[in-house]
């Protein structure tokens, strides 16, 4: 018989055979490794993954030794250029709500200087002192819109920055916002920490208004005053009302509580004195 024939025979056997008598037993599930019947041979190059062109599997990750800041542009402060980072870092908040959650402002005030911070900073991401110097600015001028304004001391204070930083994040937010912005255009007067001032030694509403009233005889009357400082102005004034009332209160005391100078509260004083035409009586 031919090779042929035997060939033929063969494949009839084949064909006539009923496959449908074979047992699910008798069909055995191949447990070979991958590895064991793959040479990775032909291997390709994708996102910095080796992997085989043969068998699909991942055999390596590729480690790059270069410098990292070559690989990130002028603006790419994501750092998603980086060929080594496997997850995209999560997206840092931008907003000022967690650093300002335990020092006791209202809602609507924290609300305001968010809307301020995010406009300054313009999708930057700042962080350590230049970051706490931003956000004491936008509250500054957030309690200074909304008519509540603080004194440059009672929100160092809550910060806890040196005055050098907080100036610094004054100028930065003053730099960097609309020139039509209502920052731009609106202003600390002396009456507006009066009653702050006043605070410091339990005044009255009625004391604090005599006060009031004498704002009104002395405002715009003196270069002088008009150049100092509000709260330097609204000091020199509460304390010639306190010697004016001859109420126990020291200039000592008075600029402890204050947290100026004695020598600026008393030139205030004195040039108050000089307008009213009353003694100078400390």
């Known amino acids: 018989m031919s090779d042929y024939a035997l060939f033929d025979d063969a494949l009839k056997e084949y064909e006539n055979k009923n496959l449908h008598d074979i047992k699910v037993d008798d069909i055995k599930v191949d447990d070979t490794k991958v590895d064991d019947i793959c040479d990775h041979i032909n291997v390709s190059e994708e996102n910095g993954f080796i992997c085989c062109s043969d068998c699909g599997i991942e055999i390596d990750k590729n480690i790059y030794q270069d410098k990292e800041w070559r690989f990130y542009g002028q603006s790419d402060n994501k750092r998603i250029s980086d060929p080594n980072r496997v997850h995209l870092r999560k997206m840092e908040e931008?907003?000022?709500?967690?650093?300002?959650?335990?020092?006791g402002f209202s809602d609507k005030i924290v609300y305001f200087a968010n809307q301020i911070y995010l406009q300054v900073t313009n999708?930057?991401?700042?962080?350590?002192?230049?970051?706490?110097?931003?956000?004491?600015?936008?509250?500054?001028?957030?309690?200074k819109i909304h008519k509540l304004p603080q004194t440059h001391e009672k929100l160092l204070s809550t910060f806890e920055i040196s005055r050098k930083s907080a100036l610094r994040g004054i100028k930065y937010v003053n730099l960097n916002t609309p020139k039509d912005s209502n920052i731009h255009t609106t202003y600390i007067t002396p009456i507006n920490l009066v009653e702050e001032i006043m605070d410091k030694f339990s005044a009255t509403p009625s004391q604090k208004s005599e006060v009031f009233n004498l704002y009104e005889?002395?405002?715009?009357?003196?270069?002088?005053?008009?150049?100092?400082?509000?709260?330097?102005?609204?000091?020199?004034?509460?304390?010639?009302?306190?010697?004016?009332?001859?109420?126990?209160?020291?200039?000592?005391?008075?600029?402890?509580?204050?947290?100026?100078?004695?020598?600026?509260?008393?030139?205030?004083?004195?040039?108050?004195?000089?307008?009213?035409?009353?003694?100078?009586?400390?």
């Open 123 to 143: 999708g930057q991401i700042f962080r350590g002192n230049s970051r706490k110097s931003l956000i004491f600015a936008c509250m500054f001028h957030s309690f």
């Open 217 to 282: 005889k002395i405002k715009n009357k003196s270069s002088k005053i008009n150049r100092s400082r509000p709260q330097s102005v609204a000091s020199g004034l509460v304390f010639s009302w306190i010697c004016m009332k001859n109420l126990d209160i020291s200039i000592k005391e008075f600029a402890k509580k204050t947290e100026l100078s004695e020598l600026t509260i008393l030139k205030i004083a004195k040039e108050i004195s000089i307008i009213l035409n009353i003694p100078f009586l400390v």
């Open 94 to 103: 931008r907003n000022i709500f967690k650093d300002v959650e335990n020092m």
